[in-house]
C-alpha cells in the first residue's frame, strides 16, 4: 500500500501533548517511590532517614508500602496537565520563536514550563504535601484524601495557598527547561552524529538519561527550598526567600544539596522511561 510508514509521519501538536502526559504518568507510576522518598528527605533532612533506600526501608517498616504512593493521584494530575504543556508544546513553542539558536531554545524551555507551572501548582502543592504525611498513628494526617486536599488548602489557605510556592517552582523550572531540554537536544544530536544510534528508543533513552543527571546538579537546591516552602504551615515563613535563609541557618548549606545524589538517579531514570514512552507514543 503506497503512502507514509507510521515512523514517516511527524507527530501533530495534539499527539506530541497527549503523548508527553501519557509518557510522563507511566514513568511516574515507576518511580514515585524514589520521589516520595526524595521529598521526605527534603522536608524532613534531620531526622530518622538515611538515605533514598534507607528511607524507603524505614517508610515500608513504619507506614506500610503504600505510604511509598501517597499522593500519586495528585501525581498522576501533575504529570497529565505538567508534562503535556512542558514537553509536548516544546518543539511546536521552539518553531514559533523562529529556528535555529540555542537562544530559542532556551526561550521555548522556559517559555513552556512557565505555562505549565501556572496549569499544574496546585496539583504539585497536594502531591508534596501528601508524600511529606506520615501514614503512622504518631503523626495527625493533614488530608484524607486528594479532593479533601484541594478543599482545605482552598479554605484554610484561601486559593491562593493552592498556588503556594509558584515562584520557586517557576524558577526551578526556568533551570530544568533551560538545562534539561537543551542538554537533551545537545546529547541526542552528538549521539546521532558520533555514533552509530540513529533516532530510536535507545538514542532517546540515553539522551533524556544524560540530561536528568545534568539537571539535578543544577536544579537540586532550588527544588529542596520549593519543596520546604510549599509543605509548610500557614505563616511558618513570611517568604520564599525567609524558607532558605531558615535552612542556611538551622542546617547549614549542605541542606540544600543533601538529596542530589538520590535526586540524579530519580530525574536521569524518570526523563529516560519518559522518552522511551514518548517515543513509543508517537511511532504508533
Known amino acids: 500500500m503506497v503512502g507514509f510508514q507510521p515512523v514517516d509521519v511527524p507527530p501533530t501538536a495534539a499527539v506530541k501533548f497527549v503523548g508527553a502526559g501519557t509518557a510522563a504518568c507511566i514513568a511516574d507510576l515507576l518511580t514515585f517511590p524514589l520521589d ?9 533532612p534531620a531526622v530518622k532517614y538515611r538515605g533514598v533506600f534507607g528511607t524507603i526501608v ?11 504512593y501517597s499522593g500519586l493521584v495528585a501525581g498522576l494530575q501533575r504529570q497529565m496537565s505538567f ?28 517559555t513552556t514550563g512557565g505555562m505549565a507551572v501556572a496549569l499544574a501548582q ?8 501528601f508524600q511529606a ?22 479554605k484554610e489557605e484561601g486559593i491562593h495557598g493552592l498556588w503556594k510556592g509558584t515562584g520557586p517552582n517557576i524558577a526551578r523550572n526556568a533551570i530544568v527547561n533551560c538545562t534539561e531540554l537543551v542538554t537533551y537536544d545537545f546529547i541526542k544530536d552528538f549521539l546521532l552524529t558520533s555514533t552509530p544510534l540513529s533516532d530510536n ?15 539535578t546538579v543544577i536544579a537540586s537546591p532550588v527544588d529542596v527550598v520549593k519543596t520546604r516552602y510549599m509543605n509548610s504551615a500557614l505563616g511558618q515563613y513570611s517568604s520564599v526567600l525567609n524558607c532558605a535563609a531558615a535552612m542556611m541557618a538551622k542546617e547549614g548549606p549542605l541542606t540544600f544539596l543533601k538529596d542530589s545524589p538520590y535526586e540524579g538517579e530519580y530525574r536521569g531514570l ?10 513509543r507514543a508517537a511511532l504508533l
Open 122 to 129: 496546585p496539583t504539585d502543592v497536594v502531591k508534596v504535601r
Open 201 to 215: 528508543l535507545p538514542c532517546h533513552f540515553l539522551s533524556a538519561f544524560g540530561a536528568g543527571l545534568c539537571t
Open 36 to 44: 516520595t522518598a526524595k521529598v521526605r528527605l527534603q522536608v524532613f
Open 58 to 68: 524505614t517508610m515500608v517498616r513504619t507506614e506500610g508500602p503504600l505510604s511509598l
Open 83 to 110: 508534562a503535556s504543556v512542558r514537553i509536548g508544546l516544546y518543539d511546536s513553542v521552539k518553531q514559533f520563536y523562529t529556528k535555529g539558536s540555542d537562544r530559542n531554545r532556551l526561550l521555548a524551555g522556559c
Open 270 to 279: 524518570k526523563r529516560a522511561l519518559m522518552a522511551a514512552n514518548h517515543s
Open 133 to 154: 504525611q506520615a501514614r503512622s498513628n504518631e503523626y495527625a494526617r493533614r488530608y484524607c484524601g486528594t479532593i479533601d486536599a484541594y478543599k482545605t488548602i482552598a
